[in-house]
């Protein structure tokens, strides 16, 4: 029997809230209706390439800072970029925001990072702006469950 796909989780939060929403990612990805994964979870500031190269699929999470992803999220790609790129082409990736804006600015600057990796999106970013609210974190479970029931599938 094969091992289980590896799904990478890669975060920051300060507030707390984008914390809640990485939890409620890893809580859909291994709800097993959707399938059996191997989920990882780790703070921005810990990832490393090897974590990202070892991985199946990988999941950014982030709040919205000045207009920008987090800096914790961009030491991450500062310090991985080069030692991912062009080994990472295709691996399907999603993204979730926390922002008290409309979250945009973050959302378009991981977006221009993942399309140089040419990582593939399986899915809009999931995007909670304004009041944090129990439909975000529902929001967040979804993606995890889908993603674990895409990588097992075999369709992404």
């Known amino acids: 029997m094969a091992s289980p796909k590896k799904l990478l989780i890669v ?8 914390n809640r929403m990485a939890d409620a990612v890893v809580e859909g990805a291994r709800d097993p209706d ?6 990882r979870l780790l703070s ?5 390439a090897e974590d990202v190269l070892a991985a199946d699929g990988l999941i950014l999470g982030t709040p919205e800072n000045f207009g ?6 961009k030491y991450f790609f500062d ?6 790129l062009d080994k990472v082409a295709g691996k399907p ?9 409309d979250g945009q600015g973050a959302i ?8 140089g990796l040419k990582l593939k999106a399986i899915c809009d970013p999931v995007l909670a702006s304004g ?9 967040c479970r979804e993606l995890g469950r889908l993603f674990t029931a895409g990588l097992e599938g075999g369709i992404f």
């Open 44 to 48: 921005a500031l810990e990832a490393a």
């Open 34 to 39: 959707a399938g059996t994964v191997d989920v």
């Open 108 to 115: 378009e600057s991981v977006t221009r990072i993942v399309t």
């Open 11 to 18: 975060y920051y939060s300060q507030s707390g809230s984008t």
């Open 79 to 84: 310090q991985n970029y080069y030692a991912c």
């Open 68 to 73: 920008y992803m987090s800096g914790a999220l």
């Open 93 to 101: 990736y999603a993204l979730f925001v926390r922002a008290g804006n």
């Open 131 to 139: 009041d944090f609210t129990d439909e975000c974190l529902e929001e």
